[in-house]
């Protein structure tokens, strides 16, 4: 986990050299054929000037640096995990934003960074639900309960979404989604293992793993995601920990599950969408 330096508006000191300043509002990420959409919460940057660690910082960020002329900057991606606003990883299998820029003492330079996936970036699962079917599916669901996709806005744009929904009723009830297929060959060296996706739910989701090896199967939960109170959110999940040190022929499938009580009236559920899973080979 890193420790972030909160340098979103710094100001100008008022003695000793004078920095220049680097201003970073935004970020984005260019993806190709087969590596989903370019959605994504990147929370900050790790930035490097001519090879000097400058520090981790916040967007949107303003970040003085001693040094004038051309300078190169290397600028890493740095996202949020769990939805925790106190943990961040380095997002390794987006490459570093490498550029030259001119910097004058005193003046702002703004700079967008543009992040795509490393060439050996592998993505095992990638579902945004834009072409009407899913690679999500219902693993267990009772009467009377649905899973279906439908539209809905996220970050000002309209977009195809799974929705699993309980209907209201007294009584207390599960339902399971899942990968439609189980993973093989994700790395057990202790390589990070990213889950993305965006949630809404208005009910806790359990994030899990159904590990088998060795011909037993195993549930390995992850996460409990909490109600977002209509709001989509992003999450990250670094699954490292639950796949490090497993046998080779350890394979998984990923779940979301929910439990209405039967003291929750009204209906409850909660929606999925923009899916991808990458690690680095």
Request: proline content about 4%.
């Given at each position: 986990?890193l420790?972030?330096?909160?340098?979103?508006?710094?100001?100008?000191?008022e003695?000793?050299?004078?920095p220049?300043?680097l201003v970073?509002?935004t970020?984005?990420?260019?993806?190709?054929p087969?590596?989903?959409?370019?959605s994504?919460?990147i929370?900050?940057?790790?930035?490097?000037?001519?090879?000097?660690?400058?520090?981790?910082?916040?967007?949107?960020?303003?970040?003085?640096?001693?040094k004038?002329g051309?300078?190169?900057?290397?600028?890493n991606?740095?996202?949020?995990?769990?939805g925790?606003?106190?943990?961040y990883?380095?997002?390794?299998?987006l490459a570093?934003?490498?550029t030259v820029?001119?910097?004058?003492?005193?003046k702002?330079t703004?700079?967008q960074p543009?992040f795509?996936?490393?060439?050996?970036?592998?993505?095992?699962?990638v579902?945004d639900?834009e072409?009407?079917?899913?690679?999500?599916v219902?693993?267990?669901?009772?009467?009377?309960?649905?899973?279906?996709m439908?539209?809905?806005?996220i970050?000002?744009?309209?977009?195809?979404?799974y929705?699993a929904?309980?209907?209201?009723?007294?009584?207390?009830?599960?339902?399971?989604?899942g990968?439609?297929?189980?993973?093989?060959?994700?790395?057990?060296?202790g390589?990070?293992?990213?889950l993305e996706?965006d949630?809404?739910?208005?009910?806790?989701?359990?994030?899990a793993?159904k590990?088998?090896?060795l011909g037993?199967?195993?549930?390995v939960?992850?996460?409990?995601i909490?109600?977002t109170d209509?709001?989509?959110k992003?999450?990250?999940?670094?699954?490292?920990?639950e796949?490090s040190?497993?046998?080779?022929?350890?394979?998984?499938?990923?779940?979301f599950?929910?439990?209405?009580?039967?003291?929750?009236s009204g209906?409850?559920?909660f929606?999925?969408d923009?899916?991808?899973?990458?690690?680095l080979?």
């Open positions: 986990m420790g972030l330096s909160l340098f979103g508006s710094c100001q100008k000191p003695s000793g050299p004078i220049s300043y970073i509002d970020v984005g990420i260019i993806v190709g087969e590596q989903g959409n370019s994504h919460e929370a900050a940057v790790e930035v490097y000037a001519d090879q000097q660690f400058l520090g981790n910082f916040l967007l949107p960020a303003r970040i003085p640096i001693l004038e051309d300078v190169r900057l290397i600028i991606p740095v996202v949020r995990i769990n925790a606003s106190s943990q990883n380095s997002f390794r299998t570093s934003a490498d820029l001119s910097l004058s003492a005193s702002q703004v700079l543009m795509h996936f490393r060439s050996n970036a592998q993505i095992d699962w579902e639900f072409d009407k079917s899913s690679t999500l219902p693993l267990s669901i009772q009467k009377g309960d649905t899973a279906y439908d539209k809905e806005w970050r000002g744009q309209e977009s195809w979404v929705k929904v309980f209907e209201d009723s007294d009584t207390t009830k599960n339902l399971d989604l990968s439609f297929k189980s993973f093989i060959g994700w790395p057990k060296d390589t990070a293992i990213f996706f949630i809404r739910c208005d009910i806790p989701v359990q994030l793993l590990r088998k090896s037993t199967s195993n549930y939960p992850y996460l409990l909490s109600k209509g709001n989509w992003r999450f990250y999940c670094n699954l490292v920990y796949v040190g497993q046998s080779p022929d350890a394979e998984f499938q990923l779940l599950s929910a439990d209405k009580l039967f003291s929750e209906i409850r559920g929606a999925i923009n899916i991808r899973l990458s690690y080979n």
